[in-house]
């Protein structure tokens, strides 16, 4: 079956660049996406990628991916103490099921200090 | 704003009871979803709505239940069965259910 795997912390400096990276195991993943959640609320969809596609930049935020290795990243340019909290992955195969079901990795707790 | 609306933010249950989450939309899409989350786990899918009047079972259904009786509406009921229910309900929605999925703030339950 699916699996998203992600490391469960990363702590960087006031801003550095963090780098959260994440493997998936569904060779038929359609669309990658980043979450983000601060504490006590819900997810935030922060950008999303299609398999077709290497890499996607939307402001501070670049996407990667790595087809061959099913490897993603998120790299946050210039982190802000607001960006600490938690980050999923997660992957669906919107091909062959009938319906997308969402995958998510455990989260990486981000902590970002002065 | 359009938005997706979880209430309350805190809920607490006695033993023997059933108690529902609210999860109203305003973002006109067909499909919602609850999910689950532990502390220090990902997001487990209960149930699924991809249109009014139909829902599907996810990966961990066993003790609640769910209706869908208005597009914009997916309440979710936590039954006595579900023996250990304390945990972080998220509610999401998406256009389809193949799009990008779109989450609420989150309901807390706990038992008393």
């Known amino acids: 079956g699916e699996d998203v795997e992600q490391s469960l912390f990363l702590s960087v400096r006031e801003g550095d660049s963090s780098v959260i990276n994440c493997t998936y195991t569904d060779s038929s993943s359609t669309y990658l996406y980043w979450y983000k959640q601060e504490p006590g609320a819900g997810l935030q969809l922060l950008t999303y990628?299609?398999?077709?596609?290497d890499m996607k930049q939307d402001q501070r935020l670049t996407v990667l991916l790595n087809k061959k290795d099913k490897h993603l990243s998120l790299r946050i340019a210039d982190t802000q103490t607001g960006d600490s909290a938690i980050y999923f992955c997660a992957e669906i195969n919107a091909g062959g099921t009938s319906y997308g079901k969402l995958t998510f990795g455990q989260g990486t707790i981000l902590t970002v200090h002065p | 704003d359009g938005g997706i609306t979880q209430s309350p933010k805190y809920l607490f249950r006695k033993e023997g009871q059933n108690v529902t989450l609210s999860c109203e939309q305003n973002?006109?899409?067909?499909?919602m979803y609850w999910y689950r989350q532990d502390p220090g786990q990902g997001l487990r899918l209960i149930y699924y709505s991809q249109i009014v009047n139909d829902f599907q079972k996810g990966d961990i259904a066993e003790g609640y239940s769910v209706s869908r009786e208005k597009k914009e509406s997916f309440p979710l009921t936590v039954t006595s069965a579900q023996k250990n229910p304390t945990a972080f309900y998220l509610c999401?929605?998406?256009?389809?259910?193949?799009?990008?999925?779109?989450f609420g703030d989150g309901t807390r339950l706990s038992i008393l």
């Open positions: 973002l006109n899409h067909d499909a």
């Open positions: 990628i299609f398999s077709n596609m």
């Open positions: 999401a929605s998406s256009a389809d259910s193949r799009g990008p999925q779109h």
